[in-house]
Each structure stands twice: as structure tokens, then as C-alpha cells.
Nanobody, 124 residues
Framework: QVQLVESGGGLAQAGGSLRLSCAAS????????MAWFRQASGKEREFVAG????????SYADSVNGRFTIARDNDKNTVLLQMNSLKPGDTGIYYC?????????????????WGQGTQVTVSS
């Protein structure tokens, strides 16, 4: 059974930091590209950051580039999202997603596995 379980969300003040973690099970993790998406209330789900299955390449949305960092640990079947200099606009539910042998970026429909999401709220 495939599971992606996110953790690390919560409340932060503007300018603060949070670190999200996604633990994967039931897949050969090293063969999957991993990504983080987010969805704000009333808005469509959007790409935040992604890392290629081989780990050699990562991509970021323009809105988070320079503030967020994605990393993977294939020994622990985990992908992390370090979020610094948080802004109220970063508020939303953050989802972990996976696609086998994928690139570091893609539309939500290209990802076959999804977690349940974790809430991130940034106050001004």
C-alpha cells in the first residue's frame, strides 16, 4: 500500500521558517520524482517545488524561489521542504506528490501518488 505522509505544518509568523517532511512507503522511493504542491482556500492547487527522481535537479515556483529548498533522502524515503522568509501568501494546504521516473516539475495530473496534506498558516 502506497502512503505519502506529510508532517511539519503549523502556524508561523511572516519572516519565520517551517520545515515540511514527507515520508513515503510502498514505493521504490529512489525511482520517483517528488514534489510539493499547495492549495490556498478557493484557489487551484499549484506547484511549489520538485526534485527529479535521480536527485540531480530541482525546480521551484517563481513565488518561492530563493526562499524554499527541497531535498530528498533516499535512505530514509523522505523528501523535505525547508521554507524560510515565509509570507502570508504562503498560507495553504501543502501536499506531497510522487511520479515515477519523472522530471523535477509538472502539472498535478502528472503525479500519481499524493499525500493527505498538511496545513501551513502564515500570519502577518
Amino acid at each position: 500500500q502506497v502512503q505519502l505522509v506529510e508532517s511539519g505544518g503549523g502556524l508561523a509568523q511572516a519572516g519565520g521558517s517551517l520545515r515540511l517532511s514527507c515520508a513515503a512507503s510502498g514505493i521504490i522511493f529512489s525511482t520517483y520524482a517528488m514534489a510539493w504542491f499547495r492549495q490556498a482556500s478557493g484557489k487551484e492547487r499549484e506547484f511549489v517545488a520538485g526534485i527529479r527522481w535521480s536527485g540531480g535537479s530541482s525546480s521551484y515556483a517563481d513565488s518561492v524561489n530563493g526562499r524554499f529548498t527541497i531535498a530528498r533522502d533516499n535512505d530514509k524515503n523522505t523528501v523535505l521542504l525547508q521554507m524560510n522568509s515565509l509570507k502570508p501568501g504562503d498560507t495553504g494546504i501543502y501536499y506531497c506528490a510522487a511520479k515515477q521516473y519523472g522530471s523535477s516539475r509538472g502539472l498535478p495530473t502528472s503525479y500519481s501518488k499524493w499525500g493527505q496534506g498538511t496545513q501551513v498558516t502564515v500570519s502577518s
